[in-house]
């Protein structure tokens, strides 16, 4: 259940000109792969590597899903090839529903962020202090029911809600409210709980009558009672680098709105959209949501209202990781770029949901502007292989970097590793007036990192290799 969660209208037109132009008639030389070509390849390598059954990925661009695909093997026995229909566990990703669904009743005047959690929940630890706002933060100090990757004997049991906070939220709090950080799952038990008591309905139905009907989220269903059906993915678990095992089924009532969702990448690609466009939430709801929480010390905590906060590929990234019995995902919204991610896998305990997404990002934004400052700095890379140096592209500051034996140091350490078999960037930012991006640049034998540092003009003030 992501009991640890996963260790501008113009550039979004452009990358969506970009990759849409993939899946026109090829128009290049064949030896060229196609950005679709590439994210199979990405799923493919991944899978193989990892060992993971099966993916099914989703790409938003703008208001549009522009790409839904399955790889790998939905069941291994019978076999069954994974299609895009197929729905799979979304793990915690169900948690920034629950998020929403406080986030709409507080909209319609039925409670307030700051409320304590007392006055819909009561007898629970120090709950006349601690405010919903910190139960959907991590920030109230209950301590996480589920903080192992498996499934331990007494979760085969169905459970009711509130047994589930008898044993973990009527005992001390692990912290004071607000002072500190901890992923717990307990946290939004209680906020499901919330949001039942504050609307007078289940769960379930209020997120289908706001937020899954309206947005056309019709394959949803609630995994929290029974198995999903031989229609749909089944979720793998390894011992050490075993063989697939059919992964237990927590008992019933264990998942609720920690996560309890499943569905196909077609339907969180809607939400994802949603996000985008902020169609579900006012502005400010959204702005709830997605800014990120401050403790009481100062510190940041890189997460907000059932979403993490953070920047990938120099954006801003609204996201989450999910993992139940048997499944892993992870959701990456750029609400800026209106670009999303989407990619379920049906094995627990592996990255290759995260490594997936991450990868087609990179891959996507290379696609964009940014893969002209990816060939630039790949040629002064092979040049200074070379003991070479076009000097017009740099500024006095970065010419005098390079004197005779730093070219000379250059040639004689680069030059023997070859040719890159890959070099990608990584990350970019702006600082001190000037746009810092970092590459990776990978041998066969050896990876290295470079760096440099773009003036507003174009002129590169810094360009430099080091070892990784």
């Not at 019709?218 to 075993?242: M, W």
Request: net charge negative.
């Amino acid at each position: 259940m992501n009991r640890r969660p996963r260790h501008k209208h113009l550039f979004s037109v452009l990358i969506f000109i970009l990759f849409a132009a993939a899946f026109a008639p090829a128009q290049t030389q064949p030896s060229t792969p196609t950005p679709r070509e590439q994210i199979d390849e990405i799923v493919r390598q991944t899978l193989s590597a990892t060992g993971v059954p099966s993916a099914s990925i989703a790409i938003v661009q703008g208001a549009a899903t522009t790409y839904l695909q399955a790889y790998g093997d939905a069941r291994i026995e019978p076999h069954t090839p994974a299609l895009p229909a197929m729905r799979y566990s979304v793990g915690s990703i169900s948690k920034q529903f629950t998020a929403a669904a406080v986030l709409l009743l507080a909209e319609q005047g039925k409670l307030s962020l700051d409320d304590r959690v007392s006055g819909f929940v009561p007898n629970l630890t120090r709950g006349g202090e601690i405010t919903i706002r910190e139960l959907l933060s991590h920030t109230s100090g209950y301590q996480d029911y589920w903080p192992q990757d498996y499934v331990p004997p007494f979760m085969l049991q169905p459970v009711t809600a509130d047994k589930i906070l008898d044993v973990w939220a009527r005992k001390p709090l692990d912290f004071d409210p607000g002072t500190d950080w901890q992923y717990s799952n307990t946290n939004f038990v209680i906020a499901g709980l919330i949001v039942e008591r504050a609307s007078g309905q289940p769960l379930l139905q209020f997120l289908s009558e706001h937020i899954f009907v309206p947005l056309g989220m019709n394959s949803i269903v609630n995994i929290d009672q029974d198995r999903l059906t031989e229609t749909d993915a089944t979720g793998y678990l390894r011992y050490a680098l075993g063989p697939p095992r059919v992964a237990p089924k927590e008992g019933k009532g264990w998942l609720f709105a920690a996560g309890e969702l499943a569905m196909p990448a077609a339907d969180l690609a809607k939400w994802d959209i949603s996000i985008i466009n902020e169609t579900v939430l006012r502005a400010a709801s959204y702005a709830e949501m997605e800014k990120e929480i401050v403790l009481k010390n100062g510190l940041a905590t890189g997460y907000g209202l059932g979403v993490m906060v953070r920047r990938e590929f120099g954006q801003r990234a609204i996201e989450h990781g999910g993992e139940v019995s048997g499944f892993t995902a992870t959701n990456i919204v750029l609400p800026d770029a209106k670009l999303a991610i989407v990619v379920l896998a049906n094995q627990d305990s592996a990255g290759a949901s995260g490594d997936i997404a991450r990868k087609i990002g990179a891959l996507l934004f290379r696609e964009s502007d940014a893969g002209k400052q990816e060939e630039q700095s790949r040629e002064i890379f092979a040049a200074l292989q070379q003991g070479k140096i076009s000097r017009a592209l740099f500024t006095d500051n970065g010419n005098s970097y390079f004197t005779d034996q730093a070219l000379k140091d250059f040639a004689a350490s680069l030059g023997p590793l070859g040719r890159p078999t890959e070099f990608t960037q990584t990350a970019t930012q702006d600082r001190g007036g000037m746009t810092f991006r970092a590459f990776e640049v990978h041998f066969p034998n050896k990876t290295v990192a470079v760096w440099e540092r773009i003036m507003p003009d174009g002129k590169i003030e810094q360009y430099q290799v080091s070892a990784k």
